[in-house]
């Protein structure tokens, strides 16, 4: 089994409720940039210590959208459909929380699904998160934490 594929259908569905609950959640909290930025924050910190190989690159992929949603708050960056946003919150929110579906101090299995919840946002927004990539190399993007108002209020589409 790879790092992040879950086969059991119901153990997968489990995962995707809860992220969906997460969604909900992220809606609510991208309305405060302090505190939005703290979750990214801690999203970050915490991928950033799992240190399992098969991890890392999964890892990579994540980091950059923690960066796509700070810039999406500091409205350095607005080219993006806010559920992709919320898909990203809400991602950050499951990783965060250490008694999740798969409790994070289980070994070799505790991480599982917060892969595979990384993976599943990861191809949902894989394009969203090309023309990112694409902006930054553009070299137009400066990455500070600062505070910005949150005006849009979209309704979440997730995992349709």
């Known amino acids: 089994m790879r790092f992040g594929q879950i086969k059991s259908a119901k153990l997968r569905q489990k995962i995707i409720q809860s992220l969906k609950n997460n969604a909900a959640e992220a809606k609510v909290l991208l309305k405060d940039p ?3 930025y703290a979750t990214l924050r801690k999203a970050r910190e915490k991928a950033g210590k799992i ?4 991890f890392k690159a999964l890892a990579k992929d994540f980091f950059v959208m923690l960066e796509m949603a700070k810039a999406y708050v500091r409205r350095d960056y607005r080219q993006v459909p806010v559920r992709t946003i919320l898909a990203i919150i ?3 929110i499951y990783v965060i929380n250490p008694i999740d579906i798969i409790p994070d101090f289980i070994p070799g299995i505790g991480y599982l699904d917060d892969a595979f919840v990384i993976g599943l946002v990861l191809k949902q927004i894989r394009t969203d998160l090309q023309r990112f990539k694409d902006w930054q190399v553009d070299g137009e993007v400066e990455f500070v934490d600062d505070d910005y108002e949150i005006l849009e209020d979209e309704d979440v589409i ?3």
């Open 51 to 54: 240190d399992l190989e098969s």
């Open 34 to 36: 302090v505190k939005t």
């Open 90 to 92: 809400a991602a950050a």
């Open 158 to 160: 997730w995992l349709e």
